[in-house]
């Protein structure tokens, strides 16, 4: 039975309460804050989630102070992810003073609960084209190790990019780096930086950071692309030879075939339009769209990470956003989707092109792992995809010992 009636807001709550899984939520705080937001409220969205977050950020210190590690750690990193569902409907041009302040406090959280784990995570800064990108490194030990990077969405941080995965991995004995790209997390609220399509340009840098550690097995290097980062990671893949294993979680071939596939079929075949009666008509169309507090959200949500002013122009710069090249994908991959998952239609066009090593795998509704990105069940999607990666790296460490 769901908790809204409204699906974006049944969704987003899914989205916090599953994090349940590596310690990011407990079940009956999720449901007090869906008691005290009654129906799709945004005010009332932000309010309780924020609330529920201070409410853990004071017995983390109490807990601290106290010298009970384990408690401040577990109530650090439930108070990052509410603090983070707080600001939801925040996430739209120009950013709001709130929104900020629970993204900070979001952070805050998790740098106190990652400084409390056992390995400690460390906070770390990527070069990239004359700034840095935000990030954290968690290593099993100072062995060279098998090493996870993870890449979030649209609107994922390094810090939820390590409650959906990268817990998971450490746990299986990976070393892990979680990241903000230009239009996540520090990049787009403290920096500005938008999107970019060739995302090999982030990556680049990101797998030349880990080339430089000594606890890093670089022949045993996977990426992981969650949500919009199941684009994000196939393009990269098909541009950097470096990276020896792919999952995207949705795969996704093109944000505009995805696009297209949302919309009724007269829409899709005249989206690109520049002239004429119907440009204006959808112009109209998704001006009244983009008010709508849940149907508008993704259209706000997009004019805020790309940096552009109409739900038009969002539109326009879709096609830039392809993996042109995924034979160039050389590593095993793996693609997934889920049954009741919009995203990730052309999941299974990116996995028909594919040349190199390859599984495609399903997940269902009956597992409770029908939703996006498996919300809801993220721990079976970690099992599948991490015993998929084990039996790919053991491949590897069998002919390195060959050699």
Not at 81 to 86: G, L
Request: with cysteine.
């Amino acid at each position: 039975m769901p908790i809204f009636k409204d699906e974006f807001f049944e969704s987003q709550w899914l989205r916090a309460a599953g994090h349940g899984s590596y310690g990011g939520a407990e079940l009956g705080e999720c449901l007090e804050v869906a008691r005290q937001i009654g129906g799709a409220d945004a005010e009332r969205w932000f309010e309780a989630w924020s609330a529920m977050a201070a409410r853990l950020e004071a017995a983390a210190e109490a807990s601290e102070r106290a010298g009970h590690r384990v408690s401040a750690r577990g109530a650090w990193l439930r108070a990052s992810n509410y603090a983070r569902a707080a600001w939801t409907f925040g996430f739209k041009a120009p950013l709001e003073a709130k929104a900020i302040d629970a993204y900070r406090r979001h952070r805050r959280a998790f740098t106190r609960a990652a400084s409390l784990m056992t390995p400690a995570g460390e906070a770390i800064r990527i070069p990239y084209e004359g700034t840095t990108l935000h990030g954290y490194f968690f290593k099993i030990d100072d062995a060279p190790r098998p090493t996870l990077i993870v890449n979030g969405g649209y609107d994922s941080t390094a810090e939820e990019a390590w409650l959906f995965s990268g817990a998971a991995a450490l746990e299986r004995g990976y070393n892990v780096l979680v990241f903000d790209g230009p239009g996540q997390g520090e990049a787009i609220f403290e920096q500005g930086v938008v999107f970019r399509p060739d995302w090999e340009r982030v990556i680049g840098p990101v797998v030349d950071y880990l080339y430089a550690l000594p606890e890093v097995d670089c022949e045993r290097l996977a990426l992981m692309g969650i949500s919009f980062g199941g684009y994000l990671a196939p393009r990269a893949a098909s541009c950097e030879p470096r990276i020896k294993a792919l999952i995207a979680d949705p795969g996704q071939l093109s944000l505009y075939e995805e696009t297209k596939r949302r919309v009724p079929p007269f829409i899709a075949a005249r989206l690109l339009e520049q002239r004429g009666l119907f440009p204006r008509l959808l112009a109209a169309l998704l001006k009244h769209r983009l008010r709508q507090v849940s149907g508008g959200w993704g259209l706000r949500r997009g004019l805020l990470v790309h940096g552009v002013k109409t739900p038009l122009d969002y539109i326009r710069l879709t096609p830039a956003y392809a993996t042109e090249h995924p034979e160039a994908i050389a590593c095993p991959t793996l693609i997934t989707s889920a049954e009741n998952d919009e995203i990730g239609a052309t999941a299974r066009t990116l996995y028909d092109r594919l040349t190199c090593p390859k599984t495609y795998l399903t997940f269902s509704a009956a597992e409770g792992a029908g939703a996006h990105c498996e919300t809801g069940a993220r721990a079976w999607f970690n099992q599948r995809a991490f015993d998929w990666l084990d039996e790919i790296f053991a491949g590897v460490a069998s002919q390195a010992r060959a050699a």
